[in-house]
């Protein structure tokens, strides 16, 4: 019996996103490497496309900016964020608040070990600010969701409550402190991920 044949729509789609991870990726190492300046025409050689194709793609450099960011946040094309990714179920499963910060914080570890990288980048470009200004804005109201499950698991600190617990995540947990610690101070990044599972658990919860 022969197989359906792929229809020729479907082909010119999958070649269209391979192409466009293709430059995505390329942009990231040269942007993670030398920074914002680095010419377009660079990303496209390094991608293996014309300029033309990249201009058709991305349009400018900004856009392809916000997506180098989505795909160091994401890890892939899914436009899936990383709150609603399936740890989440282990860490709605997790018996106590140090527990689920422990998930929480494991599985931020990847996610940070790409973006943490491009930081520098955003917070040095005034014309990257608004890109960065939404990102966290997406961080922080995944954190707050994600602190409104580990608040069911145990008490809060006094003086705490979801919002407040969120925002000392937000603070203590992200890609610039992480950046800190293993980037300038050498942790390692395993390291990183256990010490501050257990500082937030301490500073959250009454355990």
Do not use: C
């Amino acid at each position: 019996m022969e197989s359906e044949a792929i229809p020729s729509s479907d082909r010119r789609r999958e070649r269209s996103r391979r192409t466009r991870r293709r430059i995505v990726e390329a942009a990231y190492q040269l942007f993670v490497e030398r920074g914002y300046g680095v010419p377009l025409v660079e990303v496209a050689a390094a991608a293996g496309v014309s300029v033309q194709n990249l201009y058709v793609t991305f349009h400018n450099k900004q856009t392809l900016v916000q997506q180098t960011l989505q795909l160091a946040v994401l890890g892939d094309d899914r436009p899936v964020p990383p709150h609603e990714r399936s740890w989440m179920r282990h860490l709605v499963e997790a018996p106590s608040p140090a527990k689920a910060i422990q998930v929480w914080v494991a599985n931020t570890l990847p996610i940070y070990k790409r973006v943490a990288p491009l930081a520098g980048m955003f917070l040095a470009e005034p014309d990257l600010a608004e890109i960065w200004a939404h990102s966290e804005l997406l961080r922080i109201e995944g954190f707050r969701q994600v602190m409104s499950l580990v608040a069911d698991k145990g008490s809060f600190r006094p003086g705490l409550d979801v919002d407040s617990a969120a925002d000392v995540m937000f603070v203590l947990l992200s890609p610039v402190v992480y950046q800190e610690f293993v980037g300038a101070r050498g942790w390692d990044p395993e390291r990183w991920s256990a010490w501050t599972a257990d500082a937030l658990s301490r500073l959250l919860f009454t355990l």
